[in-house]
């Protein structure tokens, strides 16, 4: 049931942005090679993605030439689901993916030679939301909620088995309160929570950005808590991975990646007007402007790109305890952020 539950993970966008096979590619002929002066054709690589809003880097990086100033052609392959993006690196369908931080584990669990090798860009991007009238903006004023009303349960949408949960969950440990305080909601469609929580058929709701920034947007929420209060500012909603031979025997293209993912980062860092009309050339999301300018200016840290792996290893821990994952593959197996952290220095 879980499983089926991780493979909708993270992104209301699959259904939304109505992904399918549909590509967008970056296909100049010429840039500048790696390390060198002379104009050279671009090496292509193929990038498997969902939709959230630490994927900008991305778009970002494809519809404004970043990607080719690195020497990449780089084509965007969406999936509407994160198994199948797994399952088409490794096949070799695609050269990078982008997923949530959890879906490498799995792979690395059924024998692929998978190497997470950074975040895919942006902190705080899964939400914990309440409906505006409960009045509720942080995690203390959730368990003040509870305890002045002892005969309101209120009813909190998630997901059963994934992040989303967990989120909840370690929420609830820190204030001192436990599931029997609420009424669980267990969905195993995202459209569906969201529904619900418009619809006012829940009251909470634990989700991705710029999905939850609508709510808070348009004034029907109020943000509780994020992943990065609960974790820590650097623990990723979704991250790159690349098949180990790609990263031994190809790893200057791994490096011009990164460096094109660098460079839209600071477009969007120092400029979001300017990045948000760039996701325009793609239709990335389907939400509003200004919805998100507000998504991206309220991340708690300028977007970097090396993930918090102690925060990593302590989430696939929790969901071993759990049972939710039967073997803990240790966090130092599947991530070689040695490129990101020499770039970012």
């Given amino acids: 049931m879980w499983i089926r539950n991780l493979l909708v993970l993270s992104c209301i ?29 671009l090496t292509p690589v193929k990038v498997g993605h969902l939709v959230a809003l630490d994927m900008a880097p991305l ?34 369908a695609i050269d990078f993916n982008i997923n949530p931080f959890t879906l490498p584990f799995f792979a690395a669990s059924s024998g692929v030679p998978i190497k997470t090798i950074s975040a895919a860009g942006g902190w705080g991007v899964m939400q914990v939301i309440a409906k505006s009238q409960y009045k509720i903006k942080s995690a203390e004023g959730l368990a003040r909620y509870v305890k002045d009303n002892p005969g309101k349960k209120l009813k909190i949408a998630t997901l059963r088995g994934d992040t989303l949960e967990l989120i909840l969950l370690d929420t609830f440990e820190k204030e001192d309160l436990s599931v029997n305080d609420f009424e669980m909601v267990y969905f195993d469609d995202l459209l569906a929570m969201v529904d619900a929580f418009k619809l006012d058929k829940v009251d909470m709701l634990s989700h991705i950005k710029p999905y939850t920034t609508q709510f808070v947007e348009n004034g029907s929420a109020t943000v509780v808590t994020d992943n990065a209060k609960i974790w820590s500012p650097n623990t990723p909603n979704t991250v790159v991975s690349v098949l180990d031979k790609t990263l031994t025997g190809r790893p200057q293209v791994v490096e011009s990646y990164l460096k094109g993912m660098q460079c839209a980062a600071k477009i969007i860092n120092e400029n979001p007007q300017e990045a948000i009309s760039l996701l325009k050339g793609g ?3 389907r939400v509003d402007d200004k919805v998100l300018l ?17 925060a990593v290893q302590g989430v696939v821990d929790e969901m071993v305890k759990l049972k939710y994952i039967k073997v803990d593959v240790p966090a130092s197996k599947i991530f070689d952020v040695s490129i990101i952290e020499k770039l970012e220095k």
């Avoid at 990607?67 to 990449?72: D, E, I, P, V």
């Fill in 294 to 310: 507000k998504a991206f200016e309220t991340q708690p840290a300028p977007i970097t790109f090396t993930p918090d792996l102690k």
């Fill in 283 to 285: 239709n990335y999301y």
């Fill in 59 to 92: 778009f970002v990086g494809v519809e404004s030439g970043c990607f080719k100033q690195n020497g990449l052609a780089v084509e965007t392959v969406a999936f509407t689901n994160p198994g199948d993006n797994n399952a088409a690196l490794a096949g070799s």
């Fill in 13 to 41: 966008s699959f259904v939304l942005a109505s992904c399918g096979s549909t590509t967008s590619t970056d296909t100049a002929s010429s840039s500048q090679p790696f390390g060198g002066t002379t104009a050279q054709p």
